[in-house]
């Protein structure tokens, strides 16, 4: 037991952000903090694993990637796409030539980043790799993204729901223990996994909303006409250090390029958040 300015002055790093990846956030008041446990979903294919490994990219955090949901072929085109501005099918075709000597380049040199690519990380793979990473490098990791959440494994013998709270327990205890700020992916039920509406807190699988300090849940936009660029909404349902809305109804915009796997700020920022009027 210890006076909160004694316990703040022995803890520096908890609660620092990283490093701004998108303005549009950082206006709308979202941070991705050291020390605590955000959460990201959406449905299948709207870029919630192209938005995480933008944030392992940008962020400049050191840190470990658990790649469950996406093999190493997958993420290599990724990265090596986003690091070069070249196409992922062109990445691709480099991959199936056995002739990628010019992507290799860049993603040998991303190493800021670790990743394992266990398909159901356990807890104690988790903490393995975390310990080990210190091990390594003399210092806990900074950044910890588990890709997703339904993908790792209770040690404790849970199942269901009850599994997926277990795990976020564990993370939480994890991020307050190492500093580390952890993101972790996560799927939306129902009519929501359809990926075009922005969806509420409860939208969550599991309704595992309580120990995540930030939760965003993704959508795809598109022009009026249908035929514009795409964007990635996200939906901000909760927010402790900021605006959010449990409805939805705080959304914000990112342009959205997957082909290159380029998610950025849209050029007019003070234009790039709204909030739908209930119905």
């Given at each position: 037991m210890q006076l909160i300015s004694r316990a703040r002055a022995r803890d520096r790093s908890s609660g620092r952000p990283l490093k701004t990846v998108f303005q549009t956030w950082k206006d709308a008041g979202v941070h991705l903090r050291r020390g605590q446990v955000h959460l990201i979903a959406s449905g299948p294919g709207v870029g919630k694993s192209a938005l995480a490994l933008t944030i392992a990219?940008?962020?400049?955090?050191?840190?470990?990637?658990?790649?469950?949901?996406?093999?190493?072929?997958?993420?290599?085109?990724?990265?090596?796409?986003?690091?070069?501005?070249?196409?992922?099918?062109?990445?691709?075709?480099?991959?199936?030539?056995?002739?990628?000597?010019?992507?290799?380049?860049?993603?040998?040199?991303?190493t800021r980043i670790r990743f394992e690519f266990d398909a159901a990380p356990s807890l104690t793979t988790i903490e393995e790799n975390v310990w080990c990473y210190a091990d390594i490098h003399g210092r806990w990791p900074e950044l910890v993204i588990l890709d997703n959440l339904g993908n790792g494994i209770d040690d404790s013998g849970g199942d269901g729901f009850v599994a997926l709270e277990n795990i976020l327990a564990f993370l939480h205890e994890l991020a307050r223990k190492t500093k580390a700020c952890v993101v972790v992916l996560h799927h939306l039920v129902g009519m929501w996994e359809d990926g075009v509406t922005p969806a509420p807190l409860s939208g969550l699988r599991g309704k595992v909303s309580k120990i995540s300090v930030l939760v965003i849940n993704l959508y795809r936009e598109a022009d009026d006409d249908g035929f514009g660029p795409e964007r990635l909404g996200c939906a901000i349902v909760k927010n402790r250090g900021g605006k959010a809305s449990a409805a939805g109804r705080y959304c914000v915009s990112l342009n959205l390029d997957l082909e290159r796997m380029d998610i950025s700020d849209i050029e007019e920022p003070e234009s790039n958040f709204w909030e739908k009027e209930a119905v």
């Open positions: 990219v940008r962020s400049e955090a050191r840190g470990i990637y658990f790649s469950a949901d996406s093999d190493v072929a997958t993420q290599y085109a990724r990265l090596a796409a986003m690091l070069t501005g070249e196409p992922v099918s062109r990445v691709n075709e480099a991959i199936e030539r056995k002739n990628t000597a010019e992507f290799d380049k860049h993603v040998d040199g991303f």
